[in-house]
């Protein structure tokens, strides 16, 4: 199995452009999870999705931010507009039970917002 | 969640063990050890996971103390990849999903 799959790996950009970040879960897994990182605040989670419906997003900083997960293969989180406050390590994990022993995360994907 | 104290780097000789040392003091009777680690450039890393008896893995060894305020992470050889911040937390294992939250960690150097 390849991992999670995410894209891009780092994403520049400026104020005010709409900024879209995706990931490819592992195969098989119910559960996918979006977080944040970054050197302020550590590692923060953002939403999650179990069978492709949001179950939590609590931790959605704003109405700037929207993830969807359309098909059990593919998520997406957008923020529109960005903002340069928005730079960090995003980071998409999926799993098979949802229990943070069992998440496998992706590479990351590192944005810089101008 | 407890709060855990843990050292902002460590070096340690390639082969020998890495002790890395978490203080939880304020750890409560239904919550668990779990210890992570994050390679430069990549996403966290489940390690290993314990309540009050001392676990091992393929990957490390989780020392915990009688009273369980604090732990220690064992990796009994270590190399040159296993060179990463390491991140001590304290949650109740409260079943399903449940998201990782994690702060600064410390930052093991093995050197060659």
């Known amino acids: 199995d390849a991992g999670v799959i995410q894209s891009p790996r780092h994403e520049v950009t400026e104020m005010g452009q709409e900024v879209t970040l995706r990931c490819k879960p592992i195969?098989?897994?119910?559960?996918l999870f979006w977080y944040r990182q970054t050197m302020m605040r550590g590692l923060e989670l953002l939403i999650y999705f179990n069978n492709n419906v949001p179950i939590d997003d609590s931790g959605m900083p704003e109405d700037r931010f929207s993830a969807k997960m359309p098909n059990a293969s593919f998520s997406t989180l957008k923020i529109q507009p960005s903002e340069p406050r928005d730079s960090a390590v995003y980071f998409c994990?999926?799993?098979?039970?949802?229990?943070?022993?069992?998440?496998?995360f992706g590479p990351g994907t590192r944005l810089l917002v101008l | 969640d407890a709060k855990t104290t843990q050292p902002p780097s460590m070096d340690c000789a390639e082969g020998r063990a890495a002790n890395l040392p978490c203080n939880h003091s304020?750890?409560?009777?239904?919550?668990?050890v779990y210890w992570y680690r994050q390679i430069h450039s990549q996403g966290p890393q489940y390690i290993i996971h314990g309540l009050k008896n001392n676990e091992t893995n393929e990957m490390a060894s989780l020392i915990i103390t009688e009273d369980r305020k604090s732990s220690t992470l064992i990796l009994p050889h270590a190399t040159l990849r296993d060179t990463a911040v390491y991140y001590c937390i304290v949650r109740p294992m409260r079943g399903g999903a449940d998201g990782l939250t994690f702060g600064k960690g410390t930052h093991l150097i093995i050197q060659p």
């Open positions: 195969s098989g897994h119910d559960y």
């Open positions: 304020t750890i409560s009777g239904n919550e668990y």
């Open positions: 994990a999926s799993s098979l039970a949802g229990g943070p022993e069992t998440q496998y």
